[in-house]
Each structure stands twice: as C-alpha cells, then as structure tokens.
C-alpha cells in the first residue's frame, strides 16, 4: 500500500509467473492488493480461450488499465455494480471492493 499503517511486519514473498499457473486452471480468483493490472497484462489473449476469472480491483488506476487491455479483444469484463453486465465505459469498472468484483472471460454472458 502506498500509505500503510499501524505496525508492519516485512517478509520475502515468493513470486510465480501467473503464465504458468494459467496453463493448469480455468478459473482463477485474484486479488492482488493492487497488482491487478500487472497480473492480468501478463496473460496472453489467448489465453482468455480457456480462462475466467473473479477479479477484486483496488485503484482507479488499475480499473483503467484492466478496461484498456480487454477493451476490443473478444475479452469480457463483467461488473457486479451493473448486475453483472459487460463494462461498456470506464465508469462502469470498480475502483476499489466496495464497488463490487469483476469477472473476466471470453464467454458472450455470465455463465450463470
């Protein structure tokens, strides 16, 4: 976090690359404390073919960025603050977990 509070205990955290844990899944649940967009731009398009994933977004910045690289790809954000709908504008991504999750998938529709 940028302006963290309290007491804090640092510690090395292992980091794996998210291309190779895509290869075994197809659905992912992702909250990243903010590296959301990172996470998610390191996965090829293809790879939508074949992965969903339940998104928590945590900034403006990363709602931005996520609706940029899915935006004209046949890659689907869904939004829970418009009942599930597809994000067609900027507006409709949450900024923050109070705004509701995301789901990211090729799929047409919610497969539900």
């Known amino acids: ?3 963290p509070y309290g007491e804090l205990e ?8 998210i291309r190779e844990i895509a ?3 197809d659905l992912m ?9 990172v996470i998610l731009r390191a996965l090829p398009l293809d790879a ?8 928590e977004i945590g900034s403006p910045e990363n709602a931005h960025a996520i ?3 899915f935006s004209g790809t046949g890659v689907n954000v869904f939004v ?8 067609a504008k900027i507006e409709q991504v949450p900024v923050s977990y109070k705004e ?3 789901f990211i998938s090729s799929k047409d529709s919610m497969p539900w």
């Open 48 to 55: 939508w073919k074949r992965i969903d994933a339940f998104v």
């Open 67 to 69: 609706f940029e690289r």
């Open 100 to 102: 509701g999750g995301v």
């Open 80 to 87: 829970q603050k418009c009942g599930w709908g597809r994000a």
């Open 29 to 37: 649940k992702i909250d990243a404390e903010g590296h959301e967009a």
């Open 10 to 17: 640092r510690f090395d955290v292992e980091v794996q690359d």
């Open 1 to 3: 976090k940028t302006n």
């Open 23 to 25: 290869e075994r899944v």
